[in-house]
Nanobody, 126 residues
Framework: VQLQASGGGLVQAGGSLRLSCEAS????????MGWFRQAPGKEREFVAA????????TYADSVKGRFTISRDNAKKSVYLQMNTLKPEDTAVYYC????????????????????WGRGTQVTVSS
């Protein structure tokens, strides 16, 4: 499975960005997808996840109400719309896919994700 994330950049606080991640290598719609982020000096943390069908989503409390995860199975892509960005959202953002089909209750757990993209930098200036 190969994952390619894009869409990062520099934005002022209060602004918006949309990240994209294109997948290849297996039947995309069968698997959930997740977004994680890692700020300098911090551990990688969960941001959002979406089920294979797209009917279930879950978010970290820190982004709830500001970020929206979605997917287009025909395009084998997952997206992260980020609104009302804050300086503390500054991080490298990674899209990730589980090794196997995973129950929804585990989608926020980093250990279920075995496939990772390279990451895209998001910088929010104050």
């Amino acid at each position: 499975v190969q994952l390619q994330a894009s869409g990062g950049g520099l934005v002022q606080a209060g602004g918006s960005l949309r990240l994209s991640c294109e997948a290849s290598g297996r039947t995309f719609s069968r698997y959930a997808m997740g977004w994680f982020r890692q700020a300098p000096g911090k551990e990688r943390e969960f941001v959002a996840a979406i089920s294979g069908s797209g009917d279930f989503t879950t978010y970290a409390d820190s982004v709830k109400g500001r970020f929206t995860i979605s997917r287009d199975n025909a395009k084998k892509s997952v997206y992260l719309q980020m609104n009302t960005l804050k300086p503390e959202d500054t991080a490298v953002y990674y899209c990730a896919a589980p090794d196997i089909t995973t129950s929804q209750e585990f989608l926020s757990r980093i250990y279920v994700y075995g496939y990772w993209g390279r990451g895209t930098q998001v910088t929010v200036s104050s």
